[in-house]
C-alpha cells in the first residue's frame, strides 16, 4: 500500500493585515470582505495560508473587525489594529500572538492581494532557511505600460545599487523622479525571522510623508546592518490588489489567467 503525506510548514506564522476600510470600495464593509468572484477577498489569502501552514494564520482586523471574525470564526487567529499608522505598525499589533507562537518565522500578506500562492510562500520560506537570512522579500517586474499606470503605480520601488544588490524599498510619495520610474515594484510580502522583525520594529519611526510606521524600513535597517536581503520575483498577478471598484474589475480580468 501506499501513502500520500502532504508536507506542511510549522515554523511559519502567517499574518494577513485586514485592517482597511474600503472606502473606494463603495461600501460600508470592510475592505477584506469585498468580493471577488462571489467571494470576500479575504477567504483567498486564509485558504493559502491555511494549506501552507499548520498554524492559524493570525488576522488584523480594524474598521469592523467583528464582522471578519465573524465570518472567518475560529479558522483564524485575531487581533485589533486600533489606529490606521501604516504596515509596520500593524503589525507590532501582532507582537504577542507572535512570541507565543512556536514559529520562528513571519510571513506578511494582505486581504486585498488574493493572488498570493502557496508555491511562493514554500519559495519564500525556502529561501529564509536555505540562505540564513533575516529578510525575504517579493518583487515583481510591471513591463506592460497600461498595467503599471493603473495596478501598480502607487506601489514602492525596489532599489538595487550596481551589483544588483537591494538597498532600500522607496514608497511613492516619498520617491525622486528617478525612483518612480523603476519598474520592479514591491507588493509587501514578507519573509521575516520572527525575534529579528519584533526587535527591528521597535525601532521604526514614522518619519516620512504619510506620518506612518512602513513595513518597508526593515530592508532599510537590514542593509544598514550588513544583512543579505534575498528577493524572490513572482508574476504579476499575485501582485494585484484593489482599492478600488476599478481594479477589483482587472482582478476578475485576471481570475483564469
Not at 503605480?153 to 522607496?170: A, H, S, W
Not at 515594484?185 to 526587535?199: G, H, I, M, Q, T
Request: glycine share 6%; hydrophobic share 40%; with cysteine.
Amino acid at each position: 500500500m501506499c501513502y500520500h503525506f502532504i508536507y506542511m510548514n510549522t515554523d511559519t506564522q502567517v499574518v494577513i493585515l485586514a485592517a482597511g476600510k474600503g472606502t473606494r470600495m463603495g461600501g460600508d464593509i470592510p475592505k477584506a470582505l469585498t468580493k471577488l468572484n462571489a467571494i470576500p477577498m479575504i477567504n483567498y489569502a486564509v485558504d493559502t495560508s491555511s494549506s501552507f501552514s499548520k498554524n492559524q494564520p493570525i488576522v488584523v482586523v480594524g474598521y469592523k473587525g467583528e464582522m471578519i471574525e465573524k465570518h472567518l470564526d475560529d479558522t483564524c487567529l485575531y487581533v485589533e489594529q486600533k489606529e490606521q499608522k501604516g504596515t509596520g505598525h500593524a503589525l507590532m499589533a501582532t507582537k504577542k500572538l507572535l512570541e507565543e507562537s512556536n514559529a520562528d518565522t513571519v510571513i506578511v500578506l494582505y486581504a486585498d492581494q488574493p493572488y498570493i500562492s502557496k508555491k511562493t510562500l514554500e519559495i519564500l520560506t525556502d529561501t529564509k532557511h536555505s540562505s540564513d537570512t533575516k529578510i525575504v522579500i517579493a518583487t515583481t517586474v510591471i513591463e506592460d505600460d497600461e498595467l503599471f499606470e493603473n495596478q501598480f503605480y502607487n506601489f514602492g520601488r525596489i532599489i538595487r545599487d550596481n551589483n544588483g544588490v537591494i538597498t532600500k524599498i522607496v514608497e511613492k510619495k516619498d520617491a525622486t523622479k528617478a525612483e518612480l520610474l523603476v519598474r520592479e515594484v514591491n507588493p509587501a510580502y514578507f519573509c521575516l525571522d520572527k525575534k529579528w522583525a519584533l526587535r527591528s520594529l521597535a525601532r521604526v519611526n514614522n518619519d516620512n510623508a504619510q506620518g506612518e510606521y512602513y513595513l518597508t524600513d526593515l530592508v532599510q535597517m537590514a542593509f544598514d546592518e550588513g544583512l543579505i536581503i534575498k528577493s524572490v520575483q513572482i508574476d504579476a498577478k499575485e501582485a494585484l490588489g484593489a482599492n478600488t471598484r476599478e481594479q477589483l474589475a482587472v482582478l476578475e480580468s485576471f481570475l483564469n489567467k
